[in-house]
């Protein structure tokens, strides 16, 4: 199931740049990185056990990868069939972009509720 080759194709979907020998040097650690995140891709047809020993060894590789971010890409689903993906991440980093996502969106409906008076200060 999961191979090199499908193992690319994953991070090419999410457009990090893949590791040259996926982690196995003693710099180049993950599978992948994508500012801010050490991405490591785990693809099984049915079911993936995430063990404290399997987070540790990804937050170690983040680490030493240059103190990045975490992130595990899991994909689950035989070949021919529907895949799903999911992407874990710690909680420290999911408030943080859960926070930015909010402040991204209070912001829109600021200008939203104030794009008259924002028209009108900007012409003077």
Known sequence: ???????????????????????????????????????????????????????????????????????LKIVLGDEGETKMRIMAVDETMFLEMYNAWKFVNETEAFIKENEELLRRLADG
């Open 1 to 71: 199931m999961a191979d090199a080759k499908s193992e690319l194709y994953e991070l090419e979907r999410i457009g990090a740049v893949p590791q040259k020998n996926s982690g196995r040097g003693t710099h180049a650690k993950g599978d992948g990185i994508l500012d801010p995140f050490c991405v490591d891709v785990k693809e099984s047809k049915k079911s993936f056990t995430l063990s404290r020993a399997v987070w540790a060894k990804i937050t170690g590789d983040a680490r030493l990868s240059g103190l990045l971010s975490p992130a």
